[in-house]
């Protein structure tokens, strides 16, 4: 067994006084063809990628593996053009978000006509799970809405509403990872917040979990 093991001297301290990017040096070499650093970044990125594309497609899709590493051969791709708008991680969960939304829209294209799929009985993405079997069911029963919903809205719509509830990022994080303004990402959740409402204002447990959530 071959054991790799990449040095990196990590990237320098922000003057802006926030964290330093743990994976920026990782990306650099990958952008500039390192193999290796490929292979030790996609170590580092593979939790973030199948837990973003689990919470968006499902726990029981049978495709949450293979989606993701759809995703993380686009990460790798578009490195080269990363600029370190926000950190390496959330830049990998907002292409796990995006590719993901793809990958359930071509599904649901492939199924449209045969019903609606049943609740699923997990969440993951929405908050710790509550011990009240009643509870989790309105639980699994919000996220599956919120699934549905982000085959129906406006891509940026979309993107904010799976990276705020599903990959847990906060509207900061957002808005650097997508380059658009923070008052756009308000704006943006808010219409999405919106669309959710109305899907399921006659449940009105869901829509107590959902006024929760914010």
Known sequence: ???????????????????????????????????????????????????????????????????????????????????????????????????????????????????????TTEVDELGTAAADPERRLEQAQLAEAVRALLATLPAAQAEALALHCMAGCSLAEIAAASGAPLETVKSRLRLARQALRQRIERKPALMELLESDE
Not at 9 to 25: F, N, V
Not at 58 to 75: F, K, N, P, T
Not at 84 to 91: K, N, R, Y
């Open 1 to 119: 067994m071959i054991r790799l093991v990449y040095q990196q001297s990590g990237p320098a301290p922000r003057l802006d006084g926030k964290p330093a990017d743990e994976l920026l040096g990782l990306a650099t070499a990958v952008a500039s063809g390192d193999r290796s650093a490929a292979h030790a970044l996609l170590v580092a990125l593979a939790p973030h990628l199948l837990r973003t594309v689990r919470s968006v497609l499902g726990r029981h899709s049978g495709d949450v593996e293979d989606i993701a590493q759809e995703a993380a051969l686009v990460v790798l791709r578009a490195l080269p053009d990363f600029r370190g708008e926000s950190t390496v991680a959330h830049f990998a969960k907002r292409t796990a978000v995006m590719v993901a939304m793809n990958a359930r829209r071509r599904h649901a294209a492939s199924k449209r006509g045969a019903g609606q799929a049943a609740w």
